[in-house]
């Protein structure tokens, strides 16, 4: 038998390049970073509270190093929600502001559309806020009673909150709240509702006044999906991430900007 010993020094080292070349193109390929999307379909025209490019620029770019941030006032449907692994909305808004037209209501098709897209895995972070602040309440409360949560009219007062080392994702973090409602569970509803932050009653408010016993944090898993419900959409405000404080009250002791990075890695399934 002939031998080409040339032949296969030339292959093998052809081979090698060919390995190098894959592991190169793969190292540098870019990593894809989960969408996190700001929906401001349910803010009315005119609230000008928690802007993208106002007064929540400086949460949305400090998650930057971690998501993809977009910014929407589209409706819900399988095409804009295809790619995108957690929506952000805050303080839905019940009433027109001043003469600009009435905000957009939770009706049964899009509440259809935001089921859908939990259950099949999707995340989503609500936001409510304090009293006087234009929250709706009602009709996103038939999306939330899917998943055994409710928000309620019941409010509590800002204060420092230490997060028991214990909570999941969380545990150990200190975070400012700003005053907001409540939530409450329905026990035994199969997407698992619980309580991740309640009222600690032996730690002061800054007003000195509503220090009720409540949940102001929970989460539920509807089938593959992540939920998370917090009663306050202030603590994510320039004011309180610069301490500047909300209302006259300044709570500076927090982490307020890695507890809600945690929360939106958790409801995007990466923690």
Same mark, same amino acid.
């Given at each position: 038998?002939?031998?080409?010993?040339? $032949?296969?020094?030339?292959?093998?080292?052809?081979?090698?390049?060919?390995?190098?070349?894959?592991?190169?193109?793969?190292?540098?390929?870019?990593? !894809?970073?989960?969408?996190?999307?700001?929906?401001?379909?349910?803010?009315?025209?005119?609230?000008?509270?928690?802007?993208?490019?106002? @007064?929540?620029?400086?949460? =949305?770019?400090?998650?930057?190093?971690?998501?993809?941030?977009?910014?929407?006032?589209?409706?819900?449907?399988?095409? @804009? =929600?295809?790619?995108?692994?957690?929506?952000?909305?805050?303080?839905?808004?019940?009433?027109?502001?001043?003469?600009?037209?009435?905000? *957009? #209501?939770?009706?049964?098709?899009? #509440? $259809? %559309?935001?089921?859908?897209?939990?259950?099949?895995?999707?995340?989503?972070?609500?936001?409510?806020?304090?009293?006087? &602040?234009?929250?709706?309440?009602? &009709?996103?409360?038939? =999306?939330?009673?899917?998943?055994?949560?409710? *928000?309620?009219? &019941?409010? +509590?007062?800002?204060?420092?909150?230490?997060?028991?080392? @214990? !909570?999941?994702?969380?545990?150990?973090?200190?975070?400012?709240?700003?005053?907001?409602? %409540? *939530?409450?569970?329905?026990?035994? &509803?199969?997407? +698992?509702?619980?309580?991740?932050?309640?009222?600690?009653?032996? !730690?002061?408010?800054?007003?000195?006044?509503?220090?009720?016993?409540?949940?102001? #944090?929970?989460?539920?898993?509807? #089938?593959?999906?992540?939920?998370?419900?917090?009663?306050?959409?202030?603590?994510?405000?320039?004011?309180? $991430?610069?301490?500047?404080?909300?209302?006259?009250?300044?709570?500076?002791? +927090?982490?307020?900007?890695?507890?809600? %990075?945690?929360?939106?890695?958790?409801?995007?399934?990466?923690?």
């Amino acid at each position: 038998m002939r031998k080409f010993p040339l $032949l296969w020094t030339l292959l093998a080292a052809f081979l090698t390049l060919g390995q190098v070349a894959s592991l190169t193109v793969a190292e540098t390929r870019p990593v !894809t970073k989960p969408v996190l999307l700001y929906s401001l379909r349910y803010q009315a025209p005119g609230e000008n509270r928690y802007p993208p490019q106002g @007064s929540y620029k400086p949460i =949305l770019d400090s998650l930057t190093n971690s998501f993809e941030i977009r910014i929407t006032t589209n409706a819900p449907s399988v095409k @804009s =929600l295809r790619d995108v692994a957690v929506v952000l909305i805050a303080n839905p808004n019940e009433k027109a502001v001043g003469t600009n037209p009435p905000p *957009v #209501l939770l009706e049964r098709p899009e #509440l $259809l %559309e935001w089921a859908s897209y939990l259950q099949d895995g999707g995340g989503l972070i609500l936001l409510g806020n304090q009293e006087g &602040h234009n929250l709706e309440t009602t &009709h996103f409360n038939l =999306l939330l009673a899917r998943f055994g949560l409710t *928000v309620t009219n &019941h409010y +509590h007062d800002a204060k420092e909150i230490a997060v028991p080392v @214990s !909570t999941p994702v969380i545990g150990g973090l200190r975070w400012a709240y700003y005053t907001g409602n %409540e *939530v409450l569970l329905a026990p035994n &509803h199969p997407a +698992h509702p619980r309580a991740w932050v309640t009222n600690d009653v032996t !730690t002061a408010t800054a007003t000195g006044r509503r220090n009720d016993p409540g949940i102001l #944090l929970a989460v539920a898993e509807p #089938l593959k999906g992540r939920v998370v419900v917090a009663t306050d959409a202030g603590w994510l405000s320039r004011n309180a $991430l610069d301490n500047i404080g909300i209302g006259g009250v300044v709570l500076t002791n +927090h982490q307020n900007a890695e507890l809600f %990075e945690r929360l939106a890695l958790w409801a995007a399934h990466r923690r």
